[in-house]
């Protein structure tokens, strides 16, 4: 290893981010619709409902039954079958922004038979309550990949009765 390596490695953590991965044995395209379509979403994920289509430049809302409250998402890009880029609400005090960055990726694998599902969201501070927030937030997108591949493979629901 490097001095600049070592000097790397030694910095000071500023921000933290997480990557959450899982494989679904359904084409990319198939996998990108079961997110982008609110009335897909809504089956596996956002249990109290979604709506509007994750397109570029829309605001769109989850809902969560087992989370009260309807959160507002602001789609930034959404290129099928590939990529996903929404803002939201992030916890009081757990960044400088208000809004965290999730980017859902979707590359395929087998042939394109599979594809390969990794969730990456950033931008909290690296303190007490950003980790906290960013723990709750990768707990969160880890259980929705589970949720999208059981309802996609097997048709069933995980989140129901799971939360509440």
Same mark, same amino acid.
């Given at each position: ?10 910095? %000071?953590?500023? =921000?933290? #981010? ?7 044995? *359904?084409? /990319?395209?198939? $996998?990108? &619709? @079961? ?20 397109? %570029?430049?829309? =605001?769109? #809302? ?7 409250? *309807?959160? /507002?998402?602001? $789609?930034? &890009? @959404? ?34 038979? *599979? ?5 990456? &969201? ?43």
């Amino acid at each position: 290893m490097s001095q600049i390596e070592i000097a790397a490695d030694m910095a %000071p953590l500023t =921000e933290l #981010s997480f990557s959450v991965s899982g494989r679904v044995s *359904r084409p /990319p395209a198939e $996998v990108f &619709e @079961a997110v982008a379509d609110p009335a897909q979403l809504s089956r596996y994920f956002t249990t109290g409902g979604a709506r509007g289509r994750l397109e %570029p430049g829309a =605001e769109v #809302s989850w809902d969560f039954a087992d989370f009260p409250g *309807r959160f /507002p998402v602001v $789609v930034l &890009e @959404a290129k099928a079958p590939e990529r996903i880029v929404i803002e939201w609400a992030a916890a009081p005090g757990s960044n400088d922004t208000g809004t965290t960055r999730t980017v859902f990726e979707f590359a395929p694998i087998d042939g394109g038979a *599979r594809t390969l599902v990794t969730i990456t &969201e950033s931008t909290w501070r690296a303190t007490t309550g950003g980790a906290k927030s960013a723990f709750g937030n990768c707990e969160g997108w880890t259980g929705m990949l589970a949720a999208l591949k059981a309802w996609l493979e097997h048709g069933i629901n995980l989140r129901d009765g799971f939360y509440k």
